[in-house]
């Protein structure tokens, strides 16, 4: 128990200082090392674990759709990212800049992709001829760098990791539907996998990705009521073919630009997921993702045939979930505040007396509940409690958004809800920019989406008085 | 038939002019494109999804031998890159350098990664302590870049992909045995994935990596008679850990310097498969890594049920391997001329008549041979087919490399095989480097490998007279 405690106590509190407690956590639960270059950080195993799962689960669903891997350069020289006017004012002042190579001065500046819009649409430019060629439906993984001045293991790195798909298509109806699709993709991983419910929604102009028409994106909330950008799909319509001269031959044999789209998620989403689910005690990982899913943890193993029956169930367990053993020499109080720091979702608890009974003890990560199950009932028992912790940490996800959003009608309302309260604040707007300002300059809030589930909450614009054109969703964000 | 001609002609013979026939293979094969850096490629998909199913076997035979995965930074500050004497002198020459953040001029210049040894050196400084930390085994899946003048796509590029293991160890033995372990690993993926027969062996000083005590090595001939290094596995002994103050307390309760390996296959070995097995009609994919491995061409497709049937037959069939049929209206001889150019190891053509007879074509890439099989016999027949070409490819592959490896016991033997054939030369070596840059400047040869087959193919070293120490490989490499 003095192990336990020492390490229990070795986190922050969420309530006393929430960065303070991700912090603590991304260090004790193993995530991240931090890297000699400022800003960049290092994804241990454990980590690096839970982004392999998740990357499976969003590559078979790329897959499944259609969609292809390509490799892409990490470079883009500076002439080639100028092509898109917003695009480059949007990333030009964030990258980093190549300029040696060898010994030699290089006579023009290559970036390292801060994003590959650029790259994706030179090399479609080479490979789309006639709408034969149509539709190209690639995505890649790796990772991209953004000059950061302010920076948090996941949430905003110097370099971070994720997939980008971009696709190109003979109709602006077809990349409309792919931009669509993709979110839709994005918001089951994250509903059904992540255990995060999440807002679908269009942004403002504003906030949208640099060259795209319409961004749409999925926004999550945080365990502290802010929000999280957890991915996002942008629609461009020919505005990056014009700007890279993409044609094609068309049904009619004339040249035409096609439409394109892009989207992505990233390693962001492992932040998400520890603000979302985790508690005092550290990390809670949604069992479909969670490196280890359950973990046994031998007590009395110095008796007789307890490390054995702890072997025999792990081999069983293999069979259908990730399971691992822990045999050091650790006590058994150490090792439970270990995996819960770890945010093992079920800990699996077998001494010599369970073992008389032919029984052993689960034990729920997410609200600690244990029942006893018999050694024959596991392969039925595990799955339904895996699934159990998912729907516990979605409920309570979704309940603490429901807890804290607000509805507001007027400006002054909007205002002590910014000062009062942390959490989503859902008001009317007229869609102009100037209101938008107004309520980052005046309330501390950015827009985080227009919802797909527009809701009626009055007639006018809360800020100018003006008819509303749209229900918005406001927040503080990371 | 015109069609297929067409396509035919348009590779150049290897015959003719073999850098030419590579370079029209991977530009007709779809496997990559042109980046607007130069010396950069783009991973095409029909590439890419050769280079993730080597993954998926390398990444497998990793994890069952307890190595992790983790991600580390691109970017390596100059100052860490020196560190380690050696390393640095081999590597500065060619790196890429980061001067410019955003806005701002970098105090210290970032190199992005050639290798990560000194990422990976750093980081285990602040994770290994006592020696229950030992050994790490951890790996990753990046590019690195490399400032290279002449390139050619996967052969020698500026970016290129693939994984680096880099591992640390209590004892030189434990660290020994790793380097040669992992070797074997690279060996047998080679032989029993992606039919090429390798040598392992060991580098010469002159050909280890910088900063390495040893680097093993499995080398390929390809199919003109030159070499291709396959992939490496470096043994450090403490230099590193020394040069990075990485220290644990042993057993014995004293500081001691841990021991260090790494080793890495890269997309390089997509070359190594295109100049093994191709041919003048194209790529020849091993079964094991072609994205597929069976291509259906329905024939006489507008003929009642013939679609149908072979929609079937893909259903059937995907159950057990990666198939795909075309539909599209291009004639039969076209696509039989387009999946021999991707290199499709089994083609299985089904018609109007077949259908009748409860029958179809398989036809083999690798030797055109042409098979009746019963529609209820695929199943086995397919995966027997498949093994065939695999044991075909390597035959022809050993059978090459057989035919094209010559003994020398005198200098000047050397020398005229060296300007008459083109092949490895096996001779005794006193193991002087005098006598390897002999070697180099009069007879144009490198050395490959010391193999760990040693031959005793005399008493003395062919250029020196003096007694040899080894038997060692020559060759010309790519």
Redesign the interface.
Known sequence: MADQKKMVESITSMDVDFAQWYTDVVKKAELV?Y???RG??????YG??I??NIQKILDEKFKATGH??????????ES?LQKEKDHVEGFA????????????QLSE??C?RPTSET?FC??FA??VHSYRDLPKL?NQW??V?R?EKTTRPFLRTM?F?WQEGHTVHETAEEAQAETRQQLEVYAEVCEKYLAIPVIRGRKTDKEKFAGAEETYTVEAMMHDGKALQSATSHYFGDGFAKAFDITFQGRDNQLHHPYETSWGMSTRIIGAIIMTHGDDNGLVLPPAVAPIQVIIIPVAQHKPGVLEKAEELRQKLSAFCRVKTDVSDNSPGWKYAEYEMKGVPLRLEIGPRDIEAGQCVLARRDNREKTIVKLDELETKIPELLQAVHDGLYERALKNRQNRTFTATTFEEMKRLASEESGFIETMWCGDLECEMKVKEEAGLTSRCMPDEQKHIGDVCPICGKPAKHSIIWGKAY
């Open positions: 090392d890297a000699p270059v960049c950080m290092i994804v241990r195993p690096c674990a982004w392999e292809e891997n390509v490799m892409m350069p990490l470079f883009i020289p080639l002042p964030e990258v980093a800049w190549v300029t040696t190579g060898g010994a030699e500046r290559l390292v790259l030179d090399h080479h490979v690639y790796c990772s760098v000059w370099e990791w």
